[in-house]
């Protein structure tokens, strides 16, 4: 029996930004890097689309948090 469909697992994970580029530093001064891993809408993007580490999210999500506290970023777009 062989599904049409493909295998949903079997979808390779993207390549972050951060696993390319050791330089990089994941901070909340930093919009024009934050946005890369926020969606068109404003959400966070997860890490599974994403493809960084557990770490790296959290590092992530909270340097978004503190950017949209100092409004670097807007918490929705219009």
């Known amino acids: 029996m062989s599904d049409d469909k493909p295998n949903r697992s079997s979808s390779r994970r993207s390549s972050s930004l951060l696993a390319n580029d050791k330089t990089l530093v ?8 934050l946005k890369a891993f926020l969606t068109d809408r ?5 890490a599974r689309i994403s493809g960084v580490s ?5 590092q992530i999500t ?7 506290m100092l409004a ?7």
Do not use: E, F, M, S
């Open 62 to 68: 909270k340097a978004v948090k503190r950017a949209r």
């Open 54 to 58: 557990a770490r790296q999210q959290r």
């Open 26 to 33: 994941i901070d909340y001064k930093n919009p024009q890097l």
């Open 72 to 78: 670097l970023i807007p918490y929705t777009v219009q």
């Open 42 to 46: 404003g959400k966070v993007v997860p």
